[in-house]
């Protein structure tokens, strides 16, 4: 079996029909793991591999289920943020938590298990998703090390990817685009799917806010963390939501989940048809033009043939900004942080970061702490706040002045400046945002460019899916290898369905997505298939 870039819906086929067995898809997976992630290019992308994987997918085989579930003996990578009850560690990248296990499996991994999917391991990750250290280059990790792009994996002189990998879910991502697993799931509280997504040419969903549970997640921010699938085409993603969206009694906040019978059923190659989609840019209004207005001249040119292929397929393009009030964020909801961090252009000056994001961390990465870590002595954000600084040499090459300013807050979410923040997120992002542009426009969704979107859907809660659109190259002032680019459509909270539809049709139409170069198959009958 040809794993290195095959959909679940393959996969699942040729288990149905006897061709392979899940322990031949564990044992391609880990052997491509062992060339390209420990060797070769050393993309860093699986922190750990799990131990019973083999013994896991042995009694799927045996098991042989007159009717096969979901997910039967795909192997699957999770974000190593994400809890799992089994020999393997949850760490979030830190050194802090590197004997850390989980007292039960996250939500999202009972959901996989139950499906039948094989645990395969850990991905790699920006460290505590991006919230330790301001400037913190995506995919670094004190524990894990660097993520690479697999389309360009070179490094700077400061060992710092030149194309960066996407964060804080790079390992998920470089992961599945590298055809080191079948799927990932990864984490989101502002970017952290469809940042990664777009640089490894990788679909995401990135689901409304309580479509699936949070429990059993390292948090940043309750608010707006969500876990998410990434995968090589829209219909795994579809596949994927099927499993993972449920309400869960443990998390109030998928009460009420909207979802329908099957996310599959959607799909439809013809499904741009008299859709409606608003691209935010008037370069008349240059002052509002905030997401296309600054995108470099190849990013411009992939968003530019987009439209011209959602309009061939049968979209109304709508041209409109956004105002400003709707992606400023509003009065009052950022704060100032001195940056301290060692290689940051910006060190020794005051950088602004969500407040809700930073109130957030110390009362809910304190609960996870209590609730769930078993391992350590690591009890409260103070404790790794003080083990950092006693391991500075190892743990803290970036900082750690995010969580400085974390601790500094009471913890129990009770401050006016906190409560006014996460009000005036709302307003700005729903209100005066999203809600106000759909509204007027009567769109159906929002086409961003790559995850430029990310920050408005993300304070207000709703849901983003993208999709391969495209190849850029060159960063700054630096020559590279074309590397991915994608195209982002959001909508209101429990719009999957749609956006999955525009995203297949879309994705059928251009069929954009490339493997990486230079990690070809293994087995030599496969390699005029890895393109």
Not at 128 to 140: E, K, R, S
Not at 149 to 160: G, M, Q, S, T
């Amino acid at each position: 079996m040809c794993v290195e870039n095959a959909t679940i819906d393959e996969l699942q086929q040729a288990l149905a029909a006897n061709r392979t067995t899940a322990v031949a898809l564990v044992k391609g997976y880990q052997a491509r793991i062992e060339a390209y992630d420990r060797g070769g290019p050393r993309l860093g992308a699986v922190r750990e591999l799990n131990p019973d994987a083999l013994a896991i997918a042995g009694a799927v085989d045996r098991n042989k289920p007159a009717e096969r579930r979901p997910l039967e003996g795909i192997p699957i990578l999770v974000k190593d943020n994400i809890a799992t009850a089994d020999a393997q560690h949850t760490t979030a990248g830190s050194l802090a938590l590197v004997d850390t296990r989980a007292k039960r499996d996250a939500t999202v991994v009972g959901r996989l298990r139950s499906a039948g999917a094989v645990i395969l391991g850990k991905a790699n990750l920006t460290e505590f998703a991006n919230i330790l250290a301001i400037d913190m280059p995506a995919g670094y990790s004190s524990l894990g090390g660097q993520v690479k792009n697999p389309y360009a994996p070179e490094l700077d002189e400061r060992k710092v990817p030149i194309v960066p990998p996407g964060g804080s879910s790079s390992g998920s991502a470089v992961a599945v685009a590298a055809g080191l697993v079948a799927a990932a799931i990864g984490t989101e509280t502002s970017g952290s799917l469809l940042s990664p997504a777009s640089q490894n040419g990788v679909v995401t969903v990135k689901p409304t806010v309580g479509l699936i549970s949070r429990v059993g997640i390292i948090p940043i921010a309750h608010s707006q963390d969500t876990a998410g699938p990434l995968t090589r085409s829209v219909r795994d993603a579809a596949i994927l939501l099927n499993v993972l969206a449920a309400s869960d009694p443990m998390d109030p906040a998928t009460e009420s989940i909207g979802r329908p019978a099957d996310y599959t059923s959607v799909l439809d190659k013809d499904g741009l048809k008299g859709a409606r989609i608003g691209v935010p840019s008037d370069p008349s209004d240059a002052g509002n033009d905030f997401y296309y207005g600054p995108l470099p001249p190849r990013a411009a040119a992939v968003m530019q043939e987009t439209i011209a292929v959602l309009e061939a397929q049968g979209a109304a393009i709508v041209r409109a900004n956004i105002p400003t009030e709707g992606w400023i964020g509003g009065p009052g909801t950022e704060m100032a942080i001195l940056n301290r961090n060692p290689e940051s252009s910006t060190k020794n000056q005051p950088v602004r970061r969500p407040i809700v994001f930073v109130y957030e961390l110390k009362h809910d990465l304190n609960a996870y702490l209590r609730d769930w870590a078993t391992g350590t002595a690591m009890q409260s954000l103070a404790d790794i706040v003080a083990f950092n600084a006693a391991n500075a040499d190892r743990a803290l090459r970036f900082g750690q002045d995010i969580f400085l300013a974390a601790e500094a807050t009471r913890g129990d979410l009770s401050e006016l400046e906190y409560v006014s923040a996460r009000q005036m997120d709302l307003r700005a992002a729903r209100e005066l945002g999203l809600d106000a542009y759909m509204d007027r426009y009567r769109l159906d969704a929002v086409l961003f460019p790559g995850a430029a979107g990310a920050a408005i859907a993300a304070k207000a809660g709703y849901p983003s899916v993208q999709v391969p659109a495209g190849f850029v190259a060159g960063v700054r002032d630096k020559d590279t290898p074309d590397y991915p680019y994608g195209a982002t459509f959001t909508g209101r909270a429990w719009s999957e369905p749609t956006l999955l539809r525009l995203a297949y049709a879309f994705e059928q139409a251009t069929q954009a997505r490339r493997p990486p170069p230079n990690l070809p198959a293994l087995d030599p009958k496969c390699a005029s298939q890895s393109g």
